[in-house]
């Protein structure tokens, strides 16, 4: 039997009126995900760097900034099944005391093998927290506006994946990094801060003795599988644009890439809410096609670029197929789960999304060092074409025909 949880209990007016998405507890997570993804995010340009300084090897690197992916892939099973049986408010705030601690190492790591150790302690808690502030954000919005809400919730990823590198540079070339740490510590604290007013859901919380199946069904929820699926196949052409870009404008003489993911940034700014707003219309099924195919002529024009200028393009293009895909997928991730089960259905659509990613990452390196980029770019257009099979197929079955409202 379901059990309510006094942390968790919390009136209607406090979850969402009607067809509100601007709540009081929307807009602190929203600001909440701001701050956190600002401390985490000014650290992937310039943890390299650091790590060179320090007299790490290129190997180092590679541990150090794959461990953050990996622990936190590896804590949201476990996150989600916490979410939805100890209450999303309680796991926010163990999950951002246990940020703010971590943040703290990084001033007194001085040796390589010290900061891969904070980097996955790091992971473990930005894939606790992660996950609880998704599947609140989800009982928050009314169910009619939920992918909307979901492309507004974004936005806040994509405004700190914008903003966060340059100030990351700004404060390690300028006051050197004892600063920027100091500052990582303050924006997790600004994090913590920000959560503390946020109410709990009014949702009945999964006890353990309703649970007969085994552990898989209790750390996976099977209704959020099929739009975890074709948005793996979709990340794994994510990693590929991610990892590869920068090492692709070099071998093609192309300065400043930084430009790339500026474009990129703000193309999935402007489409996000579009898209939300539309699939909450009932176009999800034109979302969807327009967000594959835009995927698939920005990868085209990637590998026809000889300039950033067309380069940017190519990213503007590609950031906004996936600012379609990206929130529609997600509201169908939560949208099938029963409300005692969207902690398990968030950690199955981002365990979907980091793996996705990693196993990109791996894969069209292979296929790069195999062949060259332009090929492994072409490559990439065959798992955009099996995710929209896979879609379709879905559909074809009443799956995402009709969502719920």
């Known amino acids: 039997m379901a059990n309510s949880s006094s942390d968790d209990s919390q009136t209607k007016t406090g979850q969402h009126s009607a067809n509100t998405i601007w709540t009081k507890n929307f807009t ?10 600002m401390s985490m995010q000014v650290l992937l340009p310039t943890l390299p760097v650091y790590l060179f300084l320090l007299g790490g090897s290129h190997q180092e690197v590679g541990y150090a900034m ?18 939805d049986s100890w209450g999303r408010k309680r796991i926010i705030t163990l999950g951002l005391c246990l940020v703010l601690a971590v943040t703290t190492l990084y001033r007194l790591a001085t040796l390589p093998i010290l900061i891969i150790i904070t980097r996955g302690l790091h992971g473990l808690a930005f894939g606790l927290v992660g996950t609880a502030v998704g599947t609140l954000v989800a009982d928050s919005l009314p169910m009619s506006r939920l992918s909307e809400g979901m492309g507004y919730f974004g936005l806040t990823t994509s405004l700190s994946m914008t903003v966060a590198p340059i100030i990351g540079f700004w404060l390690a070339d300028t006051y050197g990094y ?6 990582v510590i303050g924006v997790s604290f600004l994090a913590l801060i920000l959560s503390i007013p946020v109410r709990g859901a009014k949702i009945p919380l999964l006890a353990s003795s309703r649970d007969t199946g085994g552990i898989s069904s209790r750390l996976v929820e099977k209704s ?15 990693g590929s644009v991610l990892s590869f870009i920068a090492l692709y404008a070099s071998d093609s003489g192309i300065s400043n890439i930084g430009f790339f993911f500026t474009a990129m940034a703000i193309s999935m700014l402007i489409s996000r809410p579009l898209s939300g707003r539309w699939a909450d219309q009932g176009g999800s099924n034109t979302v969807l096609w ?30 906004f197929g996936f600012g379609f895909c990206m929130p529609t997928l997600q509201a169908f991730s939560v949208r099938f789960a029963p409300a005692h089960r969207r902690g ?28 060259n980029y332009q090929i492994m770019y072409l490559s990439a257009l065959l798992p955009v074409l099996l995710a929209l099979i896979l879609y379709q197929i879905l559909r074809s079955r009443g799956l995402y025909s009709s969502p719920p409202v």
């Open 344 to 371: 398990a259905a968030t950690a199955t659509f981002f365990i979907a999304l980091d793996l996705g990613i990693g196993l990109g990452t791996i894969i069209w390196g292979y296929v790069a060092a195999a062949s």
């Open 66 to 83: 794959g461990a953050f992916t990996i622990c936190s892939m590896l804590m949201r099973p476990f996150a989600g099944y916490l979410v």
């Open 290 to 319: 327009i967000g594959h195919l835009a995927i698939t002529a920005g990868l085209i024009i990637i590998v026809l670029s000889h300039s950033i200028l067309e380069l940017m393009w190519a990213a503007a293009i590609f950031g």
């Open 224 to 238: 959020a599988l099929p739009a975890s699926a074709v948005m793996l196949l979709l990340c794994s052409v994510y």
């Open 28 to 37: 602190l997570l929203c600001l909440a995900n701001i701050a956190l993804f």
């Open 178 to 183: 004892s600063m920027l740490f100091l500052w």
